[in-house]
């Protein structure tokens, strides 16, 4: 039992309260270092599965730090919860290769080949000018071109028309056009042309098709084709070189119209048509074979036009009303003329 003189025992009050607030301020003083260490281990603990998730991701991708993006930057692929084509790549490295080809070549060289052919056309027409007619005009006329055959050339020759000036528009205008129309204006204007390229582009392979097809029996070459090549289609030499329905040179221009043209369809098909799932590299590649194929096809068609209208007298009459003079048929056509009059037939020749 406890004495009971210690109850009326009187303490001083400072006494009993010091001891209170020392074991106070000892309890606060452990909890609040518990409370830091258990921060400071939870703190560790995530500093820890952060580095982890990066390593992880680093072992993942097979690479760590500045190697990571390095291999980004050269194209490296990855995985990726996306399904979509190309989506595990984040930098298409082709793109820059593709933008590089084309600046670089395409446009410097496809510029000169345009300008070098017009600048030798036109010295050509200053130097020697027209090609006459040897003799005057007869006025009887033989029908060169039925009916179909000039719809179906005119109408490719339309569009070919206006898909070079679109072509062309889409690949130079940018250096000269903007600047003169400004940039409102530009801008619409290659809107249009981009618009007119994609849309007109399947009919002139439809076109160009039917064209092949209905012309191609007249344009297989022979011995009297070489003999005309031999003389520069009559610039060597005084006599003119014999030629059948179609003469060398344009039997020329059409397999290179027939070859050249398909590759420009096929191409311009593939970018047309990006529904049909083809890699990016591919229709980048369809692009460069596109541009170089269309500039080597627009300059020769160049030759063509000078040689159909200023180059040679009489020729666009054909095409125009589907006649040509006797006197223009004996000196160009020779042979296909005498077959006409029921004169010959010979190698080369061939009844239209």
Same mark, same amino acid.
């Given at each position: 039992?406890?004495?009971?003189?210690?109850?009326?025992?009187?303490?001083?009050?400072?006494?009993?309260?010091?001891?209170l607030l020392a074991l106070t301020l000892a309890l606060s003083l452990s909890f609040a270092g518990l409370t830091h260490a258990a921060s400071a281990s939870?703190?560790?603990?995530?500093?820890?599965?952060?580095?982890?998730?990066?390593?992880?991701?680093?072992?993942?991708?097979?690479?760590?730090?500045?190697?990571?993006?390095?291999?980004?930057?050269q194209g490296e692929t990855g995985r990726t919860q996306s399904q979509a084509r190309e989506a595990n790549q984040l930098i298409n490295v082709q793109g820059?290769?593709?933008?590089?080809?084309?600046?670089?070549?395409?446009?410097? +060289?496809?510029? *000169?080949?345009?300008?070098?052919?017009?600048? %030798?056309?036109?010295?050509? =027409?200053?130097?020697?000018?027209?090609?006459?007619?040897?003799?005057?005009?007869?006025?009887?006329? !033989?029908?060169?071109?039925?009916?179909?055959?000039?719809?179906?050339?005119?109408?490719? $020759?339309?569009?070919?028309? !206006?898909?070079? +000036?679109? &072509?062309?528009?889409?690949? =130079? &205008?940018?250096?000269?056009?903007?600047?003169?129309?400004?940039?409102?204006?530009?801008?619409? *204007?290659?809107?249009?042309?981009?618009?007119?390229?994609?849309?007109?582009?399947?009919?002139?392979?439809?076109?160009?098709?039917?064209? !092949?097809?209905?012309?191609?029996?007249?344009?297989?070459?022979?011995? @009297?084709?070489?003999?005309?090549?031999?003389?520069?289609?009559?610039?060597?030499?005084?006599?003119?070189?014999?030629? &059948?329905?179609?003469?060398?040179?344009?039997?020329?221009?059409?397999?290179? #119209?027939?070859?050249?043209?398909?590759? %420009?369809?096929?191409? &311009?098909?593939?970018?047309?048509?990006?529904?049909?799932?083809? *890699?990016?590299?591919?229709?980048?590649?369809?692009? #460069? +074979?596109?541009?170089?194929?269309?500039?080597?096809?627009?300059?020769?068609?160049?030759?063509? !036009?000078?040689?159909?209208? $200023?180059? @040679?007298?009489?020729?666009?009459?054909?095409?125009? @009303?589907?006649?040509?003079?006797?006197?223009?048929?004996?000196?160009?056509?020779?042979?296909? *003329?005498?077959?006409?009059?029921?004169?010959?037939?010979?190698?080369? @020749?061939?009844?239209?």
């Amino acid at each position: 039992m406890i004495p009971h003189k210690w109850f009326s025992l009187k303490l001083p009050f400072h006494i009993i309260l010091l001891p209170l607030l020392a074991l106070t301020l000892a309890l606060s003083l452990s909890f609040a270092g518990l409370t830091h260490a258990a921060s400071a281990s939870e703190g560790d603990a995530s500093d820890t599965r952060s580095s982890a998730a990066r390593s992880s991701t680093a072992k993942v991708a097979g690479f760590a730090g500045p190697e990571y993006w390095r291999a980004v930057q050269q194209g490296e692929t990855g995985r990726t919860q996306s399904q979509a084509r190309e989506a595990n790549q984040l930098i298409n490295v082709q793109g820059e290769e593709w933008r590089q080809w084309r600046n670089q070549w395409v446009t410097p +060289i496809g510029a *000169y080949a345009l300008g070098g052919t017009l600048a %030798v056309l036109l010295t050509f =027409y200053l130097l020697v000018g027209q090609s006459k007619l040897a003799s005057p005009r007869t006025g009887n006329t !033989i029908e060169r071109w039925k009916r179909f055959d000039r719809a179906l050339h005119w109408t490719v $020759a339309t569009l070919f028309i !206006i898909l070079t +000036i679109s &072509g062309l528009t889409l690949l =130079y &205008g940018k250096f000269f056009l903007r600047a003169a129309l400004g940039d409102s204006l530009w801008g619409n *204007y290659a809107t249009a042309c981009k618009l007119a390229h994609n849309y007109l582009g399947p009919l002139f392979v439809l076109g160009l098709l039917v064209m !092949i097809i209905k012309w191609m029996k007249h344009n297989f070459f022979n011995s @009297t084709d070489i003999k005309w090549f031999m003389q520069g289609g009559g610039m060597v030499g005084k006599a003119h070189p014999s030629a &059948g329905y179609m003469n060398g040179g344009e039997k020329a221009w059409f397999w290179l #119209l027939t070859i050249a043209g398909l590759v %420009v369809c096929v191409s &311009g098909l593939v970018m047309d048509f990006p529904n049909f799932d083809q *890699y990016r590299e591919t229709m980048q590649l369809a692009n #460069l +074979i596109h541009g170089s194929v269309s500039l080597l096809l627009i300059a020769a068609s160049f030759g063509h !036009i000078y040689i159909g209208t $200023a180059g @040679t007298e009489g020729a666009l009459e054909g095409m125009k @009303t589907g006649h040509v003079d006797e006197a223009w048929a004996k000196q160009h056509h020779d042979l296909w *003329y005498k077959e006409m009059k029921g004169e010959v037939r010979t190698e080369g @020749t061939d009844r239209h």
